[in-house]
């Protein structure tokens, strides 16, 4: 059974950080890409950043390049984000996704496995 389970998420204030924790279980992700996504209330589910199977390559939504940071530890199944300089609008649920390939993609339906997420909350 593939299962992914995130931890992290809590209340911030602005301008606050946070790290959000992805573990894999169930089987090797190591050569797949992993990815975070976000679903805000009333919102669709929208990409936030992706790394690639090894970690050679990144890439981030424009709203939050330059304050989050992913990252993934293969020897643990696991991924991180990293989120710094938390703003009010980062307030969703966070996804965190594999995929069954190498590389990044910016688009939820090319993901395979999903975590059930968790709440970040940014008070302002």
């Known amino acids: 059974q593939v299962q992914l389970v995130e931890s992290g998420g809590k209340l911030v204030q602005a301008g606050g950080s946070l790290r959000l924790s992805c573990a894999a279980s169930?089987?090797?992700?190591?050569?797949?890409?992993m990815g975070w996504f976000r679903q805000a209330p009333g919102k669709e589910r929208e990409f936030v950043a992706a790394?690639?199977?090894?970690?050679?390559?990144?890439s981030y939504a424009d709203s939050v390049k330059g304050r989050f940071t992913i990252s993934r530890d293969n020897a643990k199944s696991t991924q991180y984000l990293q989120m710094n300089s938390l703003k009010p609008e980062d307030m969703a649920v966070y996804y965190c996704?594999?995929?069954?390939?190498?590389?990044?993609?910016?688009?939820?339906?090319?993901?395979?496995?999903w975590g059930q997420g968790t709440q970040v909350t940014v008070s302002s």
């Open positions: 996704a594999v995929r069954r390939n190498r590389y990044i993609s910016r688009f939820h339906y090319e993901y395979d496995y």
């Open positions: 169930g089987r090797t992700f190591n050569h797949y890409a």
């Open positions: 790394i690639t199977w090894n970690g050679d390559d990144t």
